[in-house]
């Protein structure tokens, strides 16, 4: 176990995790929810992300224009996000403001007065964001290849909601909202850079641990699967497409075989998918692949944008290049390069305050344990040609894809260059 890093956990079940790093001079805090977008119902859409946007719009203490400048007044940052599975409220700043982003932090997270002049004025923010994708194709076809793989279900929604969705909630649904998913046992409190813990529990803990435990119903189950071809038709300049498969979760031990695959396949400027389709032959500026992965289910995707004359060839090119993988046409160079580049990426973050802090509460929210370095180290290490080529064999199956496409083009020209099934 890391000395550097320590736990404490309240009767109520809410958790502090810090790690501190002697080298620096500045602190990283992070208020973490483990509830995102997949645990909204239908009519709930968008409610963790309008949630998120409302938290620094004032509190009996402070008004939004006082929270922005007591942020900037230390020369701090200060941010939220919201993702699939969980929604987060963060900052950095110098350890010697660590008292005042802590008193900042807990204010905005715990007595948000969520005033309804102040949502129906935000609402209108989230519904300009919402419309903004869509004049974004290259984000766009994300949204919509989630919709299609996973159809029906909240992991596949995007986490902005919908217009529809959006302008019906209001003051009560938030309400509700937080007081149903917002409990102790789904918070977890990290803190990485020049700090002790049990100082910092002490200056946060008192605020936190007086919360009452409460017990949650939440059940998630992993989203059903449809393969296959969708075609959005779009007058663009490019064509966009996103294919994909469904691929290990979270939790399969096969998950850095799973990034070893995916950082050869187009993880990168040297890998095949960018040297074959962009260097060799020029016909994308923009191709790569990437894994999303969740507590029960996963994806790998590759995007591209393309011309519409060139899309039926492109596909072609990815779909080979995925066969070349399945029948083992690796290298243990590009095997060996995958490797370092992982490692290496891995290396670089452990240098920012920011990245220790949401790994301690990733690791502990779906792992519920703290992961060191040497053993990321190590498991990328042990990972071998057999295995990668046995997880593009599994998956890499016509059965298991699934390619959406957005921009001037039919079904028919995309079916015609696709593998029977």
Known sequence: MNSLYSKTTFDNGLRILTERMPHVKSVSVGIWVTIGSRDETESEAGLSHFIEHMTFKGTERRDALQIAKEIDQIGGLANAFTSKECTCFHARVMSDHLPR?????????????????????????????????????????????????????????????????????GRTEILQYLNKHYIPSK????????????????????????????????????????????????????????LGTPFPDALDDRRYVAAMLNTILGGNMSSRLFQEIREKRGMAYVIYSFLSTYIDAGLLSIYAGVGQEQTPEVVSLILAELEKVRV??????????????LKGGIALNLESTDNI???????????????????????????????????????????????TVLGDCSEKEIQSCLPAQ
Not at 109 to 131: K, P, W
Not at 136 to 143: G, S
Not at 189 to 204: C, N, S
Not at 328 to 341: C, F, H, N, P, V
């Open 328 to 341: 083992g046409g690796l290298t243990e160079s590009e095997i060996r390069s995958a490797r370092d580049y």
């Open 101 to 169: 982003v802590v008193d900042l932090l807990t204010d905005i997270f715990l007595h948000s007065l969520f005033n309804s002049e102040d949502i129906n004025r935000e609402r209108q923010v989230i519904l300009q964001e919402i419309n903004m994708v869509e004049d974004f194709p290259d984000e766009h076809i994300h949204v919509l290849f989630g919709q299609n793989i996973w159809p029906g279900a909240a992991l596949g929604q995007p986490v902005l909601g919908s217009v529809d969705t959006v302008s019906r909630l």
């Open 357 to 403: 802090m949401a790994s301690l509460a990733k690791n502990e929210s779906t792992y519920q344990r703290y992961i060191s370095y040497e053993e990321i180290m190590a498991t990328i290490d042990r990972v071998t040609k057999d295995e990668i080529v046995g997880l593009a064999d599994d998956y890499f199956q016509p059965e298991n894809l699934a390619l």
């Open 187 to 242: 918070i977890i409190i990290a803190a990485a850079g020049d700090l002790d813990h049990q100082a910092f529990v002490d200056l946060i803990g008192p605020s936190l641990e007086v919360l009452p435990a409460a017990d949650s119903n939440l059940v998630r189950k992993p989203p059903r699967v449809e393969t296959g071809v969708n075609v959005t038709r779009k007058q663009l300049e490019q064509v966009h497409l996103c």
